[in-house]
């Protein structure tokens, strides 16, 4: 375990990142069941978060997100808050996807999240295309 000293308590903690495999980008790809790109974002019902590094998949996690249920449930504004949250709560860095719409986008923007578009096909290349 890597350890480091607090300066100020002079107690022992674990050093962030440490006993985790470092990664260069986290990714978020909506995938269908069969494991390719769901052509739709915001309406996605299960996305992935893959860990990315030197062109590999290094972490790759699926969740249930209901957003295409949720979608216009709720106050304007709620569901980009809901997908905002998710990627804030997973640390997502980019997101790779077929298409994205003009709000979608300046939301990911205004979160500093990197956006590739035109994405299709095998979820796993797009998450390693998203993530390069």
């Known amino acids: 375990m890597d350890l480091t000293p607090d300066e100020l308590t002079g107690e022992t903690t674990k050093r962030p990142g440490a006993d985790e495999e470092a990664f260069d980008m986290r990714v978020c790809v909506p995938i269908t069941a069969d494991g390719q790109v769901d052509p739709r974002w915001g309406r996605a ?29 709720g106050t304007e504004g709620a569901h980009h808050a809901r997908v905002a949250r ?18 979608m986008q300046r939301m990911l ?24």
């Open 45 to 73: 019902d299960r996305v992935a978060v893959a860990d990315v590094a030197d062109g590999e998949i290094r972490g790759w996690q699926e969740f249930t997100v209901a957003w295409g249920t949720l979608h216009d449930q």
């Open 86 to 103: 998710f990627l804030r709560d997973n640390q997502v860095q980019a997101v790779g996807a077929e298409h994205v719409g003009p709000g």
């Open 109 to 132: 923007g205004s979160m500093g999240i990197r956006i590739v578009t035109g994405l299709g096909g095998d979820a796993r290349s797009a998450a390693r295309a998203a993530g390069d």
